[in-house]
């Protein structure tokens, strides 16, 4: 009786330190910094955290660096276009007028010049006219232009009179920087004393 006792008490025993390894492989799982699971998740979270932060900042930043970049535009001066006319219209329309010395009234001789450009403007209303002011070598640069200028707004004015828009005249002053002739001598000097007549497309 004492000998069955004895071999039930010692299988008890067994089973429990069976029961007990059993258990402690069950809490065998890896943990967190903080010794639990919770604190592992806590970790990982964190790192994913941080390395989404790391990933998405400095997108920010590049597209708001990108924002604040100006955009650099640039002008372009679009030159007049000549317009196209015949040789003809060029020979004895748009003939060049001539001025005396030191002079920027208009001459009588060359009234009839301007009346055959405005007729030619006024029928034509689709361009316009660069007025050129030219001089001789004779005097100063700074006095010429100036000079040359005076003469393109005087063959203006006239045009204006005879009925072309103003909005469609405009005037410019070479002085003597554009000589026809470069002879010392009164005929020479005579042929660069002019106003000169650019027609342009109108814009």
């Keep these: 009786m004492k000998r069955h006792f004895l071999l039930a008490a010692s299988l008890v025993i067994m089973a429990l330190f069976v029961f007990q390894g059993c258990a402690s492989r069950k809490v065998s799982n890896p943990v967190g910094p903080s010794g639990t699971e919770e604190g592992m998740q806590t970790g990982e979270m964190g790192s994913a955290q941080k390395t989404e932060e790391a990933t998405t900042i400095p997108s920010e930043q590049e597209s708001i660096s990108e924002q604040e970049v100006p955009t650099l535009k640039t ?47 006024i029928e034509h209303p689709s361009v316009k006219l660069i007025i050129e002011g030219h001089c001789d070598e004779r005097g100063t640069n700074e006095y010429n232009l100036g000079l040359g200028d005076r003469r393109a707004s005087a063959a203006k004015q006239y045009l204006v009179s005879l009925g072309v828009s103003m909005s469609r005249l405009s005037t410019v002053s070479y002085g003597e920087e554009r000589p026809l002739c470069t002879e010392h001598n009164e005929q020479c000097w005579w042929r660069n004393r002019r106003a000169h007549f650019v027609v342009i497309e109108g814009q």
């Design 75 to 121: 002008t372009t001066v679009q030159e007049p276009k000549v317009a196209e006319i015949s040789e003809e219209e060029k020979a004895e329309v748009f003939k060049d007028i001539h001025f005396d010395f030191d002079r920027y009234d208009i001459r009588d001789e060359d009234r009839p010049i301007l009346k055959k450009i405005a007729d030619w403007m």
